[in-house]
């Protein structure tokens, strides 16, 4: 399963011509549009698991087994997710959490029957879940061959439609690789983009809740998720 490393940054002005500088290719220009999904009381994003729909595709992102080390001020500026994009894997993992939050025991024919509404959203109304963020986002990609043949580092530029720009810089290994190699590459290349180290710089969700779903956001910052 693919685990994504990303680090966020703010976007300068002259960031296209730095990408250009530093020899990245431009692999493409997307718009889209994101729906997030969760319970009303929040149970998946408390436990820092993102169930979306991009243009009519499922993808649920889940914290990796092996976290950053928080001392290590590079690791601190990346996070680690897992991806799981398979609709039947999600709903399994949904149910995980709904359960072991809500302390239900797991039902099969449950899980069987919302198999069953594979085709049509009425598996979110058997769990509850409500649409809690939608935006669209213009996505400026770029791809990076990083030195030594390590593999390549992209790197997004996205404007959401709500008036947030952010940087992504993003390395893609399987689960149980070692994601100090990655964490280095995006080092690598922040520093090659002349990016500042400091802090850790908001994403869209940040501050699309923050805006938008204000008690939302408080939760999440008093649990430490965002
Ligand atoms: C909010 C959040 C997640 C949802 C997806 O966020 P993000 O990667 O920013 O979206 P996007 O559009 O770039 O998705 P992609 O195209 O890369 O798949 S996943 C994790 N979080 C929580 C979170 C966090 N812990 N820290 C920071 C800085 N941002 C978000």
Redesign the pocket.
């Known amino acids: 399963m693919a685990v ?1 490393v ?1 680090r ?1 940054f703010v976007c300068e002005a002259d960031i296209q011509e730095k990408l250009k500088d530093i020899r990245a290719e431009c692999i493409g220009q997307y718009h889209f549009k ?1 729906q ?1 999904y969760d319970s009303t009381d929040f149970t998946l994003t408390m436990e ?1 698991f ?1 169930l ?1 729909r991009r243009e009519g595709s499922w ?1 649920l ?1 889940c914290p990796a087994a092996s976290r950053t080390n928080p001392e290590k001020k590079a690791e601190a500026l990346c ?1 680690n ?1 897992r991806e799981v994009t398979d609709l039947h894997q999600i709903k399994i993992e949904v149910m995980k959490v709904m359960k072991h939050c809500t302390g239900a025991s797991e039902d099969s024919s449950e899980r069987e029957q919302m198999d069953a509404n594979a085709e049509d959203d009425s598996w979110l109304q058997d769990l509850k879940l409500v649409c809690f963020a939608e935006y669209t ?1 213009l996505r400026c990609s770029y791809m990076l061959e990083s030195d030594g043949g390590e593999g390549r580092v992209r790197v ?1 530029l ?1 404007q959401a439609d709500f008036g947030y720009c952010v940087g ?1 810089i ?1 390395v893609l290994v399987s689960e149980g690789d070692d994601m100090q190699s990655a964490q280095q590459r995006i080092q690598k290349t922040a520093e090659k983009l002349g990016l500042g180290g400091e802090k ?7 501050v699309y809740l923050q805006r938008y779903r204000p008690e939302h956001y408080a939760k999440l910052l008093s649990a430490h ?2």
């Open positions: 994504e990303e966020k994101d997030y820092d993102w979306r993808e992102k996070t997710y986002t997004d996205d992504e993003e850790k710089i908001q994403g869209k969700m940040d998720v965002l």
